[in-house]
């Protein structure tokens, strides 16, 4: 069984064969190369969740632009410390192979009560670990509009999801395999579930060596409560 870890905090011709050679190696994935893709894909999902959620004020980020959109990045320094802490141990992970769900957590400050959930599932192909089968490859195209896909449905979650009407805090929840380079400052939590929760998967999309499927279960509204 794995284990979970909380953070928390109170991304013809020569030449033609040549270049037809080239093209093949700009497109091959490693699993080093898919580890900073989806590294970086957690860092801008978690900035625009937390911008768009209105957990963080809105005045504190900044604009970047990234997989065709104009997403946001904080400017606040102890979210970023915390942010960059988080997700380069989280890259090594991925590149071991041993990351298995990322969570970002939203509670309630006055309620001490989770109300909403952003799970990262994360599936690893085994035979990139072992070393096994052919080379891997897909173009960073593709892999950029699948992103894209996922920050629009982000952006649009406002339109569903329940007003935070009150002061918000995060944690980040990792649930890896086996690992024995835990970092010290790094503990061990519950999984933060919410009773009586709606579940929305939003897309997924792959390298080819790492599969992430989005989604995010909140608390109902008070209204929604039959």
Request: with cysteine; proline share 3%.
């Amino acid at each position: 069984p794995g284990h979970s870890i909380s953070n928390r905090l109170s991304v013809r011709t020569m030449s033609g064969q040549v270049q037809t050679q080239a093209l093949l190696q700009r497109n091959a994935i490693t699993l080093q190369g898919s580890a900073q893709i989806v590294s970086e894909y957690f860092q801008y999902a978690v900035n625009n969740i937390l911008y768009q959620r209105g957990i963080y004020p809105q005045e504190t980020f900044d604009v970047a632009k990234k997989y065709g959109s104009n997403l946001w990045l904080t400017s606040d320094s102890e979210l970023s410390l915390y942010l960059n802490t988080v997700l380069s141990q989280t890259k090594e992970w991925l590149a071991q192979g041993k990351l298995r769900q990322l969570v970002l957590v939203v509670t309630d400050v006055a309620a001490q009560e989770v109300v909403e959930r952003w799970t990262f599932d994360i599936d690893t192909n085994k035979d990139v670990l072992a070393g096994k089968g052919p080379q891997l490859d897909k173009s960073d195209k593709e892999i950029q509009s699948e992103i894209s896909a996922i920050m629009r449905q982000i952006s649009a979650s406002v339109s569903f999801l329940p007003l935070l009407e009150s002061r918000c805090t995060i944690d980040i929840l990792v649930y890896t395999d086996e690992v024995d380079d835990v970092p010290a400052e790094w503990e061990d939590s519950d999984p933060r579930n919410i009773n009586n929760a709606e579940m929305v998967a939003l897309r997924a999309f792959t390298t080819k060596v790492h599969s992430v499927k989005t989604m995010v279960t909140f608390k109902q509204s008070d209204g929604d409560v039959l």
